[in-house]
């Protein structure tokens, strides 16, 4: 699953457009970099998790809640 909504990010027009780039997976965490505007964290935020929340076409019979979190370091994001 994780690995599906991490194609679907990485293939994202809109987030390629906005600058958004994956940069690690560590088991069931994802780290992205994108550029230090914070107009589009809301959106670049919803796009990510509706991406990691429905990475199939069909829907799921159970739902994968995602969490998200902002920072310079992958340690003040997970605060």
Known sequence: MVRMGM???EFDEDLQAAGVEMLLQI???LMFELPDHE????DVSERIN???EHPFDEPLAVDTPVEGGFGLSWGLAKR
Request: hydrophobic fraction near 30%.
């Open 7 to 9: 194609i679907a990010c």
């Open 27 to 29: 088991h069931d965490e």
């Open 39 to 42: 107009d589009i964290r809301q």
């Open 50 to 52: 509706n991406h990691m």
